[in-house]
């Protein structure tokens, strides 16, 4: 038998990479710099939301600090939505820190009152943003939950207390489901502007193990599944997961410890979520804003030079015109800053 050889051309045109479609799973709803924003989750989460106001939108990211599971986040969201405060009987004190079980260890420090104050603050920056708030989205890491044996509480950070101190176990596919249905319904009903985006992080929780990891994974995507059927057109699913696991699919876009994304991946998949729910005016934008941000980070060798100082100076220039063309953006802290180091 010959066999035929295969013209050079067909190599030059073959595609190794499984690329994810995002309009499968709907499409997402726009964003623009008119919107205010609510990321509560993972770190992913927290990435995805530190890009955002890097560029300049609207938004609360993490006011409770990083939230892993499903129940800690719907927590959260209750408390932010409701008239809850946090008093001295919230707190428990291990070792040398007083924590809440409801925070992120971010929170902890080594007197109740500093720990509280640093509660209300992030509490009280949130819920100024919930009278316009239109686009809530949200991260789920992982299923496995932590309860408290004595009253049955889900705790969102374990704060390292011995393991004992906890009973745990995985949420179910209803569990989740049914909940956010409860908190979702009158949510959405009382604001037709609202539309919501869930994602599944891509960061792998190796502590269950990979074979339960995937199961608590798939279960999340399931939930989600389910909740986007049941309020089609408000609640939407971002494919952050599939991006790494299948599109970028190597360990290359992995960080040192083989769980995170790396900063490449998690730029390749802030450009997938920017070109899913931004216009080009609003990447243009984005990309005006990101240069100024950029440059003000830059450190000189020599501040008083006269090059740095005419490059602040045309720093708060680019900021003040944007600003008077888009009035929802406020630079005045960077312009500040600008001022501050001009004049030192």
Known sequence: MILQRLPFTFVLNMDFRTRIHIDESGTLPAITHADTLLLLGSCFAEHMGNRLQTAKFSCAVNPFGVLYNPASILTALRCLFSERTFTENDLFQHGTLYHSFQHHSSFSTSTAEETLARIYASLSAARSLLPRLNRLLLTFGSAFVYTLPETGDIVANCHKLPERTFIRRRLTISEIVDAYDG????????????????????????????????????????????????????????????????DLRDYRFYDRDMLHPSPVATDYVWKCFGEACFSEPTRALIRQCEHIIKGLSHIPFRPEAAEYRQFLQQLRQQMERLQEEHPILDFHKEIELCHTRLNS
Request: hydrophobic fraction near 45%; aromatic fraction near 10%.
């Open 183 to 246: 908190f979702l319904r009158p949510l959405l009903n009382d604001r037709p502007e609202m539309q919501v985006i869930l994602t599944v992080s891509p960061i792998r929780h190796l502590r269950d193990g990979l074979i339960e990891n995937q199961r608590s994974k798939a279960l999340l995507l399931l939930a989600i599944e389910q909740l986007c059927q049941r309020f089609p057109q408000r609640v939407f699913y971002f494919p952050a997961y599939e991006i790494l696991m299948d």
